[in-house]
């Protein structure tokens, strides 16, 4: 199926002001080659070093976070090793200015949203973000596209301070983890790069994060996207535990920017610990805020959502902007609210006397990309999967709430398509919140659940048959009539069966075309897609597919 064939074109839809003159002139960064959508090379020899350092440390992505680890409590992380690392590294983090996001979702679409905003108007920014898709080296980008640190970079950079670090874990008796060391290698790659920004996604709450040494002379804002139950043992095992985890990286004196929307009790615990560090805050959900998800075009074989955003905000910072025909690669109304909290942070770094035209902010937003959100593969990509014809989605969707705006961008985009999911998912996730809510698409042709590595082990990983028992369970509360089957065989697809099919395969690449094999049975004359979810790691598995 063509992606083209089935969104509404941009000619079509109503416009009641002419395209601003800057959408043209910002075509020119959308159509460029398309780099940045590919996934990165393998690591190099040149890096072995680096890694294997690396492997040797505590990773909790692996193992799983201890109950509790992420609240500021006796069981939290202990940020003092942290501190003591980045003082014997000369403390870096203080030598530029940061925005410091946390939040249950959306951190790192909202992170890539205003560091292209910033690049956009020519300052140097270095983005640390988490996790990563193909290479640890996305997780820290540098240079005028934000590309990731190369191999070189990194490996050099590591080498000329191990033996700091080396030091420090010998002092800290081997306590430091994986994510503080990389957190501290990359702030101190972003100081000697002489940065002018850096936007840190905190990796877990925000309170106890590794990331969460920064001063309120350190910081330029502080961003809380929304509250979730992601992580909940972890960080307290309530929403308003994770409220209070993650407002604590607001800072005295420093600027709140809010994502949202949020419950009513919940963003008042947010307020409050904002309002006694004296900290103004600033709501892309504010009443006076409009952003409008207008339609959906595709160019150069890939979709773009055409968007309105409208902030007028007078409470505690006086801060407007008004942008018409915003085309953004970035897809869902999920997005469209990242970007609108991106540009309230960049008008808040405005308000503070840093240069930020409107020109940077649309270009910016428009020029946002991250892998494995809402990512459509081209048809030759498809192809290399074995799956010709195919529109194949990748989302790393893993909460109930990614799921929902999973399916509302389906809906919204693609309203009358057939959908074959393929499913992998971490131990630690809701998998049954998780299939209550895509079983409510009511347009499924087939779930096809497989299993996955997580960060490269088994540790986390769940068994196709344990996510079966919790999409069995979600059918029958939701009277959904499914066919469960164990074998695949050439005479059910063929028969055109008329439930939708549950189905195991340990393989990703069979499930992939099985899936297509059936949408090509059962879809007739409308077409369908086949979205692969369920984590970040699946994503990353097939995309590594295609590097061959």
Not at 193 to 206: M, Q, T
Not at 360 to 384: D, H, N
């Amino acid at each position: 199926m063509k992606i083209r064939s089935i969104v509404r074109l941009l000619t079509a839809l109503p416009h009641t002001r002419q395209r601003n003159p800057i959408v043209a002139k910002s075509m020119k960064f959308l159509d460029a080659p398309r780099r940045a959508f590919s996934t990165a090379p393998p690591d190099s020899q040149e890096l072995k070093e680096f890694t294997d350092y690396m492997e040797k440390l505590n990773n909790y992505e692996k193992t799983g976070v201890p109950k509790g680890a992420g609240t500021d409590s006796d069981d939290g992380f202990d940020l003092g090793r942290m501190r003591r690392l980045l003082h014997n590294l000369g403390n870096p983090q203080s030598k530029f200015k940061a925005v410091h996001i946390s939040g249950t979702k959306g951190k790192g679409s909202t992170a890539a949203f205003l560091s292209s905003i910033l690049r956009a108007e020519g300052y140097s920014v270095g983005c640390y973000s988490s996790p990563h898709i193909r290479t640890i080296r996305e997780r820290i980008t540098l240079g005028p596209g934000g590309e990731p640190v190369s191999a070189k970079a990194l490996s050099s950079h590591f080498l000329k301070i191990k033996e700091l670090i080396d030091m420090t874990v010998e002092l800290e008796e081997g306590q430091l983890t994986q994510f503080e060391i990389l957190t501290a290698v990359a702030f101190s790659l972003f100081a000697e790069e002489k940065v002018h920004f850096a936007v840190i996604e905190a990796g877990l709450g925000g309170a106890r994060d590794a990331t969460n040494i920064l001063t309120s002379s350190d910081l330029a804002a502080s961003i809380i996207t929304n509250i979730g139950t992601d992580h909940l043992a972890a960080l307290g095992g309530s929403l308003e535990s994770i409220a209070v985890a993650k407002s604590g990286i607001i800072k005295e004196q420093r600027p709140l920017v809010l994502g949202g929307p949020f419950l009513p009790h919940i963003e008042r615990i947010i307020r409050d610990r904002a309002l006694s560090m004296r900290s103004p805050v600033i709501s892309a959900s504010d009443p006076g805020n409009k952003s409008v998800l207008k339609g959906f075009s595709t160019a150069c074989d890939m979709p773009r959502q055409l968007c309105d955003i409208l902030l007028l905000i007078e409470r505690d910072l006086q801060l407007f902007i008004e942008l018409f025909d915003v085309q953004l690669r970035l897809l869902g109304s999920h997005q469209l609210q990242n970007a609108a909290t991106a540009t309230c942070a960049a008008l808040c770094l405005r308000g503070q006397g840093w240069k930020l035209s409107e020109r940077s902010i649309r270009v910016g937003l428009e020029c946002a990309y991250l892998l494995g959100r809402s990512q459509f593969l081209t048809s030759k990509e498809a192809e290399m999967l074995g799956c010709p014809g195919a529109t194949i989605l990748l989302d790393g969707a893993h909460t109930k709430e990614s799921a929902q705006a999973l399916l509302n961008m389906i809906k919204m985009a693609f309203p009358e398509s057939r959908l074959v999911l393929v499913v992998a998912m971490a131990n630690d996730k809701d998998h049954l919140g998780f299939a209550r809510v895509l079983l409510s698409a009511g347009c499924l042709e087939a779930v096809c659940l497989t299993e996955i590595d997580i960060a490269g082990e088994r540790f986390r990983t769940t068994s196709s048959s344990s996510l079966k028992e919790s999409w069995i369970q979600a059918c029958g509360e939701n009277g959904a009539d499914f066919l469960e089957c164990k074998t695949v065989k050439d005479e059910l697809i063929e028969c055109r069966c008329t439930k939708s099919i549950l189905f195991m395969e340990g393989s990703l690449m069979a499930s992939l075309k099985f899936g297509n094999d059936i949408l090509a049975a059962k879809s007739g004359p409308v077409n369908g897609i086949i979205v692969v979810t369920g984590s970040l790691h699946i994503v990353s598995a097939v995309l590594g597919s295609l590097e061959g």
